[in-house]
């Protein structure tokens, strides 16, 4: 789960402070340096918080290794578009993953359920989803991810294995939760944006441009716009006979804690 990246960067931009200092000690190019290596580190930093992909802090699996797709998706369980999802899915006889808010499935139990009982995997995505959860202290980060896997445990009896950070969002402190937790952070190949997309086509449009072998893709079982499209992209995979699994099979590892 660890990565070293960070440790990395940040080692070397302390040895290039050194460095710069022996080398330009009492001239205006040391200034110049220390200013460099700032703007550098800091935009690694910034970009290793908000990319999830870059496995800055934590190894994220954001690609599967066959050449099917997957469809997960977020911020659920939504009590009116979560079902019309499922019917869409079932209809076609599709199983998605489903990264679940814990205080929404507190909402929703009954329909966490039928999610399981219909052979989608429900995974966690924190329990509040909180808009500050990246400066949460370790043990908040803790109790909040740990909130959410006992609120699914509670209602379909099972623990799951996969997390996606809120907003994809993570920090050094996500290693060590999630280590502790022995939950596998999962990222994604496509992120459709279909919280910012309006009319269903150009969301198609966005999707189908990104897809390639192993995608995995983000979707939010919270939006009309993905409802709408959801029925378009499947048609498309299928005429392009891109075969849609599950995560669990498209990255071979299991989704429950066994008992």
């Not at 920090?171 to 279909?194: A, E, H």
């Not at 997309?197 to 966005?206: C, I, P, Q, T």
Request: glycine share 4%.
């Amino acid at each position: 789960m660890k990565t070293l990246k960070h440790k990395l960067i940040s080692l070397l931009a302390i040895l290039l402070l050194i460095l710069s200092y022996f080398l330009f000690k009492e001239t205006i190019y040391f200034g110049l340096c220390i200013v460099f290596i700032v703007i550098v580190y800091s935009v690694i930093l910034i970009s290793g918080v908000r990319q999830i992909k870059l496995n800055y802090f934590v190894n994220s699996i954001n690609k599967g290794s066959t050449e099917a797709i997957t469809l997960t998706f977020d911020d659920g369980p939504d009590a009116e578009l979560t079902p019309k999802i499922l019917e869409a899915l079932n209809a076609e006889k599709i199983k998605a993953t489903f990264f679940v808010i814990g205080k929404k499935v507190e909402q929703h139990p009954e329909l966490l359920k039928e999610m399981d009982q219909q052979g989608h995997t429900i995974a966690n995505h924190s329990y509040s989803h909180s808009n500050t959860i990246a400066f949460f202290s370790r043990q908040k980060l803790l109790d909040d991810i740990s909130d959410c896997s006992a609120a699914i445990e509670k209602v379909i009896h099972k623990k799951p294995l996969f997390f996606r950070p809120p907003y994809g969002v993570t920090n050094p402190r996500y290693p060590t939760v999630l280590s502790k937790l022995k939950l596998q952070s999962i990222g994604w190949t496509v992120r459709s944006f279909d919280m910012q997309f309006k009319e269903s086509r150009k969301l198609l449009k966005r999707i189908t441009g990104l897809l390639n072998k192993g995608s995995i893709v983000l979707l939010h079982d919270t939006q009309q716009v993905t409802l709408e499209t959801l029925p378009l992209l499947i048609e498309y995979c299928r005429n392009k006979k891109i075969k849609i699994v599950s995560l669990p099979e498209l990255i071979n590892i299991e989704p429950y804690e066994k008992v």
